[in-house]
């Protein structure tokens, strides 16, 4: 483990936990916590993450797309970053720590940097990614893939459900959407990207571990469908004569999770809405999303056919009208061996037992794939439960995560070299 002058343990834990608290205050919810991209909780929370760098001894800036960062410089001006990161952002009712755990622990860890006055080869830049969720504007990864130059101008025309314009949005946050680019770090010299994360899994929790290696992160392809019928009084239409989009949906919904249950897949139906939404009148139109991941894209794109023949067929049938629009396409990443080696090292030399697993969940880390070596230390949750009011993790198993992952800054050189 390090030594930071006899120092082996970072006091941090409590304040970690502290600060969770604080950011889950910044809500657009009265009980319950959803913050998301470009909103004024979103300002509030990179405020005071900011003030909460500068402490830490980082200088701190907000990028082009709102994502809030602090440096703790290398004295060598030209040194290569090590990028420590993860989201602010939140889904509606959400847990306190999913994203926001890995930004307040880094700066955790990068504050035992500045107390000992430890100088490093590298910068320490950390990062926390304004919107990985996708929930405002349904399109994800917005701020990290903003950070790896992969910004689309088409997302400025994305609306929220109040109508408002992503170019809009950011404007009244005071970004110019013509300067979004100026948050591209991807041909900046960086050494890795970083991202501790709770699992969001139940994993940790069944080997009696409070963190584990991530080997892979699961591909996520997400679509929004669309069925139209005809609505019609409910008392008049005979069954046989209907164009029902409801039972149509529920029928293509049931068997989305008969595919998956027989797949390499996890697929989601999580938003369903139906117009005109009568109990007297049939429902003309319905429209639900799909969420499906695989930890092999072949595996997930062999169900989609299958979900995809299934509607089709069923549509023609019943005489409705089928389209959709895909939102989202993540392809399954590998995280970095050498990186994945200096995490079970860390974890080892702290007396645990390093197990690897893959990450069902999205992270901003996969956007980074083929542009920065990437890893992820992940962190016990309780239950494994995320998306979530009841998401927990214990003040003990934070304290062996700032342990572990401040003992990965120490020894990064001794692996990067030896990969380089
Ligand atoms: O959906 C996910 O996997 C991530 O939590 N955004
Ligand atoms: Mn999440
Ligand atoms: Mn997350």
């Known amino acids: 483990m390090f030594d930071l002058n006899g120092d082996k343990h970072i006091p941090g834990a409590a304040r970690v936990m502290q600060r969770c608290e604080q950011l889950a205050q910044y809500s657009s919810m009265s009980t319950g916590i959803c913050r998301t991209y470009l909103t ?40 290569s970053s090590i990028i420590l990161g993860s989201h602010l952002d ?50 994800t990864l917005l701020g990290s893939r903003a950070v790896a130059g992969q910004w689309q101008d088409s997302w400025f025309a994305l609306q929220d459900k109040e109508g408002m314009s992503l170019s809009q949005a950011m404007e009244s946050f005071g970004l110019k959407p013509e300067k979004v680019s100026t948050a591209n770090r991807s041909g900046d010299k960086v050494a890795a990207y970083l991202e501790l994360h709770i699992e969001q899994g139940p994993i940790l929790e069944q080997e009696d571990l409070a963190v584990g290696v991530v080997t892979s992160i699961a591909g996520a392809r997400r679509f929004n469908f669309t069925l ?17 989009a409801m039972v149509t949906a529920a029928l293509c919904i049931a068997q989305i999770e008969d595919v998956a249950k027989n797949s390499n897949v996890v697929a989601t139906v999580g938003k369903l809405e139906c117009s005109p939404g009568s109990v007297n009148v049939i429902a003309g139109k319905c429209q639900f999303s799909l969420d499906i991941r695989s930890g092999k894209d072949s595996d997930r794109d062999a169900a989609v056919k299958s979900i995809f023949e299934y509607i089709e067929q069923l549509c023609h049938d019943r005489d409705i009208n089928f389209s959709y629009q895909e939102i989202h396409n993540a392809p399954a990443v590998e995280c970095a061996d050498w990186l994945q080696q200096l995490t079970a090292a860390s974890i080892a030399d702290y007396g645990l037992k390093p197990l690897s697993m893959m990450s069902g969940a999205g992270h901003d880390a996969m956007v980074f794939s083929g542009i920065y070596p990437m890893a992820m230390l992940f962190v016990r949750c309780k239950g494994g439960i995320s998306h979530h009011p009841a998401e927990a993790i214990t003040e003990a198993d934070v304290a062996v995560a700032l342990d572990v992952f401040l003992d990965m800054i120490m020894k990064f050189e001794k692996f990067y070299c030896s990969d380089s």
């Open 40 to 79: 004024q909780e979103h300002q509030q929370c990179n405020a005071t993450t900011q003030q909460w760098m500068q402490e830490a001894g980082m200088k701190s800036w907000i990028d082009g797309a709102g994502n809030c960062w602090g440096r703790y410089a290398s004295a060598n001006e030209d040194a």
């Open 90 to 139: 939140t889904v509606p009712n959400a847990g306190k720590y999913d994203g926001i755990l890995g930004v307040v622990a880094a700066i955790e860890v990068v504050d035992a940097l500045h107390r000992n006055n430890v100088q490093l080869p590298f910068h320490i830049d950390v990062v926390g990614f304004g919107d990985e969720e996708g929930t405002r504007f349904g399109t």
């Open 228 to 244: 139209e019928g005809m609505a019609g009084h409910a008392g008049t239409v005979p069954m046989n004569m209907r164009r029902d």
